[in-house]
Each structure stands twice: as C-alpha cells, then as structure tokens.
C-alpha cells in the first residue's frame, strides 16, 4: 500500500498551488483534474499551468536533486505542467 502525503501542502512546505490529495468519489463531488507528482512512495497533486522546477519547489524539494519524467521521458524544469499529467521523480545518481 502506498504512503500518500496527506498533509496540505501551505503548511509547512509547498504552497497555493500544492493541494492535499482527494479521492474523486469523496462525498459525491465531482473533482477538478489535477497533475500528480510522485517521490518514492509519496504523492502529491498539484495545480497545472506552473513550471515543473516550481512544482517540485512546491512540494518542498530541491529541483537539481530530481529528475523529472512525464511518460517515462525526461522533461526540463521550464516545463509547464498539465492537468492530468504524471510526473515521476527520481534521483539523481552520480559518481566516479
């Protein structure tokens, strides 16, 4: 089962455009469609029209520590997010 980040985002981290994650069948309401950010086991959903380097700053992570992928392909930070995107984050790995 996953751990899903279930705090809102303006409080602590993230900002107005991080939303805490809400079930579309909840109380009957139909739900706006949002863009998905996933971080290991973690989830976070969030307005579209930002860049993916403001999102990733939203959720309270640093840009040049992740790589984005849209559709198992690297996107760049200026990238503007879509509503219903899903954007996997993974670590950057170097070494020598």
Do not use: F
């Amino acid at each position: 089962m996953r751990n899903h980040h279930h705090q809102t985002c303006g409080i602590g981290i993230g900002g107005r455009h991080c939303r805490e994650r809400h079930e579309k069948s909840e109380r009957g309401k139909k739900s706006v469609e949002m863009a998905k950010i996933r971080y290991r086991e973690k989830e976070w959903e969030v307005e579209d029209g930002i860049t993916v380097r403001d999102a990733i700053m939203e959720i309270g992570m640093k840009p040049h520590s992740v790589l984005a992928l849209r559709d198992k392909r690297l996107i760049k930070g200026q990238t503007v997010v879509e509503p219903g995107d899903e954007i996997i984050l993974v670590n950057i790995i170097s070494g020598g």
